[in-house]
Every structure is written in structure tokens, then in C-alpha cells.
């Protein structure tokens, strides 16, 4: 197994998955061709590390929460994002867990997608490590064959030190 | 009018062996150059690529000694001696100050990893090339580039050359565990066992891709559903028609398919 190492994460990456680790730059929102605004673009995305696994081939461009990635996920693969925010939202509720959560068959619900997609269900939940707050978000490719996923995707969770 | 004869007897004689010397040193310097990978028959493609059966390639991993010399001919490396292995998983930085790790095997369909270098002259054309999602018999197949690591390499380099859809891992260590003495160098990877299909050079995309897609068809390896013929021929001329259209970068609804002349 490979040891993945950057910008606060250590990942043993288990052998299936592929996986990668990086700190977004600010980006512009590309405007479409019709607005011919002057206008200023708002930015868009975290700028804050993340870090992106899954049991099928990873995309080159992949959105924070998975988009360009779970749609291609099969019956038997899983997405995992885990997105870095503003180390002061650590101090607040929703980051209070502290530790990665392991996961649950019963966590798992086709409405918790960023954008729902038939067949397949999600799971998301808040924690702290290091003292820094993330978003851990799953998504798998057949919810109702979650359980035999699940287990790998802990597998690879088990294997995730934040530094 | 005897002694004539004789001496014109005697020259032939050794005008022949002459002759026969210069061919026999002729066919030494051909096979010599053959064994350094230097092919000089003008139908033959223009790279150095072999193709291995999927038992062959299954068989075992590199060692030290499989690894082949350091040699490069006009820009196109050689083959690694030995024989063809499995490929291992790609670790390394990324040209955006991140880490990644693709792994080659598991997973359907062909993977083409890539060694390139943003310095070498042949480089270019396959970081060209690139652009455009590579295909092999109509299919898209799966892209890996990998460069040398942030210590040999300009990320900001890398970075300006690679292609959005294409993943770019810079690795030494991709190098040493496929062998790679120098860039450009291309390993096909069968992602159902991580077996590799082929692996060589070429002095182009175009080249390669011939090269590539027999390799494909050498090593008997064909996509879900898709004939060996399909592979070759590439499915349907208008598969093909839309292939060559896109590489030229005309798509669906460009003006240039409905403009009249």
C-alpha cells in the first residue's frame, strides 16, 4: 500500500483506490458566452485542502463534492471526499465531533447527494482532526448494495492520519 | 593468350570474394543496427514497441536486471530488456503542489501511462497530441502522464503542457519500478489484472498509435461486447470519420460541416 502525503493529510491508500490531495487556488466562475457582463465574477469552491478517493478511475477534474466523478461510479464503487474549511469553524457545533466517524449502513440515504442520482446514496457528517474542521462526504454507486462497499470505504478511512 | 585468361580467372575470383565480404559486412551492420532497434525497412513503423501475451506479461515484476541500458535513438527509447511485466501503481506529487495515486489495475478498460519529460524535443508532440483524449479503436482510453518528480521537473512546466482530462503523477520512483530509463516512453496497461499489454516508443502520436493499437490486438485484448476486427478496424468508418474530425478539432455543430463552399 501507498502512503499518500500532502497539505495536512496522510492516506494509506489501499490497493483498488486511486486518490489524490490538493489545495485548491482561487478560481473566477467561467460567466457563459450570453451574459457579456462587466460585472465581477464571484469566486468559487474551497480553498482549503481536500482530499478525494474512489474505487474507480478519478477523473482528472473532479468538483469538490465528487461532481465529474459519481456519476460514473458503478455498483460496487464508492467516492470519498474529505473537504478542509476555515480553521475557525472549528469552534463551532457543527465541527464539535472530533475524529473521522466511521460508516454506517443506516448513514447512507439517496437524498444526501449534492445532486441526487438515481440508484445511488450518500452520506455526509462534520468532525474535527488536528484541530481543523472537515466535511466528510461518501457517496455510493448502488444503495442497495451499500454493505459490501461500506467496509472498504472504512478500510481506507482507517488509513487516513491528519497531520 | 593463357596467361590472359588466368589473371582475368584470378581477378573475378577475387573481385567475388570481394563482393561476398562487402555483403556479409553489409548484413552484420544491418543486424547490429536491428539489435540497437534500428529498423530500415522504410514500411516499418517508426518506433520501437512490442506487444506481450497476457500469460507473458502476468508472469512476474522487474528486477534490476530486466532494466535495459540507457540508450535512446533519435529521441525514441528503447524497450526495456526482459520480459514485459505487470505494472505497478502510480504515486507521486502533482504539477498543483498535491499528492495522487492512480492505480493501474482493477478497473476496466485500457490504461496508457505515459513517461514524458517537458524538456525533450520528442516530448512535444505527444504533449500535443494529448489534448485531445487519446483513442484506440474508438474507444477512449484512460491517460496517465508521468513526469520525473518536482526535483527534476518545473511543476509550473508540467503544468502548462498537461492536458485537463489527463491525470499527471511526477514520480521517479513510477520510472524505476516500470524500468524507464528515458522519456518518451509508453506502457499500455490492461486494467482488468494490471497486466501489461505493451510498452515501447515512438517518435510520434501518430506512430504510436499504430503501434499501440497492434500491440492491442497482438496481445488478444478486446473491450466488452467488441470483435478483435472491431478493435482493428475501428468499429464503423463513421466511428472513424468522427475520430479523425475530432482530432482536427471539429466537433458536432462546428460551422465548417454545414458551410457551403
Known amino acids: 500500500m501507498t502512503v499518500l502525503a500532502a497539505h495536512g493529510f496522510a492516506l494509506t491508500v489501499p490497493r483498488g483506490w486511486d486518490a489524490r490531495i490538493r489545495l485548491p487556488v482561487a478560481q473566477s466562475v467561467a460567466a457563459p458566452p450570453s451574459m457579456r457582463t462587466e460585472e465581477v465574477v464571484p469566486m468559487g469552491g474551497t480553498t482549503n485542502p481536500i482530499l478525494h478517493a474512489t474505487t474507480m478511475m478519478l477523473p482528472a477534474i473532479v ?29 463551532t457545533a457543527l465541527f464539535a465531533r472530533r475524529g473521522i466517524p466511521t460508516l454506517r449502513e443506516a448513514n447512507f440515504r439517496p437524498a444526501t447527494q449534492q445532486r441526487v442520482l438515481a440508484g445511488a446514496s450518500g452520506t455526509q457528517s462534520f ?8 466535511c466528510l462526504y461518501v457517496v455510493v454507486g448502488r444503495h442497495a448494495l451499500r454493505r459490501s462497499v461500506i467496509p472498504r470505504c472504512n478500510e481506507l478511512l482507517r488509513g487516513l492520519r491528519f497531520t | 593468350m593463357n596467361a590472359i585468361v588466368g589473371t582475368l580467372v584470378i581477378l573475378v575470383a577475387l573481385l567475388s570474394v570481394l563482393v561476398v565480404g562487402l555483403l556479409r559486412s ?15 525497412d522504410p514500411d516499418a513503423p517508426d518506433g520501437t514497441f512490442r ?21 535512446t535513438l533519435e529521441g525514441v527509447a528503447l524497450p526495456t530488456s526482459g520480459r514485459l511485466v505487470v505494472a505497478h501503481d502510480l504515486a507521486g506529487a502533482t504539477p498543483d503542489g498535491g499528492a495522487a495515486v492512480v492505480s493501474v489495475s ?34 477512449t482510453v484512460r491517460l496517465v502522464i508521468v513526469t520525473r518528480s518536482p ?61 499501440l493499437q497492434r ?47
Not at chain 1, 468532525?127 to 472537515?134: G, L, V
Open chain 2, 151 to 211: 526535483a527534476a521537473e518545473s511543476p509550473s512546466s508540467v503544468a502548462e503542457l498537461a492536458p485537463e482530462h489527463g491525470l499527471v503523477v511526477m514520480s521517479d520512483e513510477a520510472f524505476d519500478d516500470h524500468g524507464v530509463a528515458a522519456a518518451p516512453y509508453f506502457v499500455l496497461v490492461d486494467g482488468a489484472d494490471g497486466s501489461v499489454v505493451g510498452e515501447g516508443s515512438a517518435a510520434g502520436w501518430v506512430q504510436l498509435k499504430a503501434l
Open chain 2, 215 to 261: 500491440a492491442a490486438a497482438d496481445a488478444g485484448w478486446v473491450a466488452d461486447r467488441r470483435s478483435r476486427r472491431d478493435l482493428l478496424n475501428a468499429g464503423s468508418r463513421q466511428r472513424q470519420v468522427d475520430q479523425a474530425l475530432a482530432e482536427a478539432g471539429i466537433y458536432p455543430g462546428d460551422p465548417s460541416l454545414t458551410a457551403e463552399s
Open chain 2, 106 to 139: 482493477g478497473r476496466p478498460g485500457l490504461t496508457l501511462v505515459a513517461f514524458l519529460s517537458t524538456g525533450c524535443g520528442t516530448c512535444a508532440d505527444f504533449w500535443s497530441a494529448f489534448r485531445t483524449p487519446p483513442t484506440l479503436g474508438g474507444e
Open chain 1, 127 to 134: 468532525f474535527q482532526a488536528a484541530n481543523r474542521p472537515y
Open chain 2, 26 to 40: 553489409h548484413a552484420e551492420i544491418v543486424r547490429a543496427l536491428h539489435d540497437l532497434g534500428v529498423n530500415l
Open chain 1, 63 to 91: 468538483g469538490d463534492y465528487g461532481g465529474g466523478a459519481v456519476e460514473r461510479l458503478g455498483p460496487h464503487d464508492a467516492f470519498v471526499a474529505i473537504v478542509g474549511f476555515d480553521v475557525e469553524a472549528a469552534k
Open chain 2, 51 to 71: 506487444a506481450a501475451s497476457p500469460s507473458v506479461a502476468a508472469s512476474r515484476r522487474p528486477t534490476v536486471s530486466d532494466v535495459g541500458p540507457d540508450a
